[in-house]
């Protein structure tokens, strides 16, 4: 059973910044794409980015390109997303999942076959 663990959610001021990580237990990582989603109260969850097997292609929601940026760590089964110059609209719970197809920039969540349990994220303004 693929498990992934979501942390380092908490409450930050606007304009701050915060490192979610995303580890897998169980199995490793390597071999799978990797996204990073949220879901904000009463909205639908969304995708935000996700990472390729490699590294080497990602992808952002419009919403927060140029502040978020996600990367991997195969060597410490974890991937991390880095959010930079957060806003009340970033609050949510964001979750981590893996896929057996590719990071795509649709980051369809139908696409993502396991899920962590998610960690809260919440901006003050």
């Known amino acids: 059973q693929l498990q992934l663990v979501e942390s380092g959610g908490t409450l930050v001021q606007s304009g701050g910044s915060l490192r979610l990580s995303c580890l897998a237990s169980?199995?490793?990582?390597?071999?799978?794409?990797i996204g990073w989603f949220r879901q904000a109260p009463g909205k639908e969850r969304e995708g935000i980015s996700c990472?390729?097997?490699?590294?080497?292609?990602?992808h952002y929601a419009d919403s927060v390109k140029g502040r978020f940026t996600i990367s991997r760590d195969d060597a410490h089964n974890t991937v991390y997303l880095q959010m930079n110059s957060l806003t009340p609209e970033d609050t949510g719970v964001y979750y981590c999942?893996?896929?057996?197809?590719?990071?795509?920039?649709?980051?369809?969540?139908?696409?993502?076959?396991?899920w962590g349990q998610g960690t809260q994220v919440t901006v003050s303004s």
């Open positions: 169980e199995f490793t990582l390597e071999g799978y794409p």
């Open positions: 990472i390729s097997v490699t590294g080497a292609t990602t």
């Open positions: 999942a893996a896929t057996q197809h590719y990071c795509k920039s649709s980051l369809f969540r139908d696409e993502y076959d396991h």
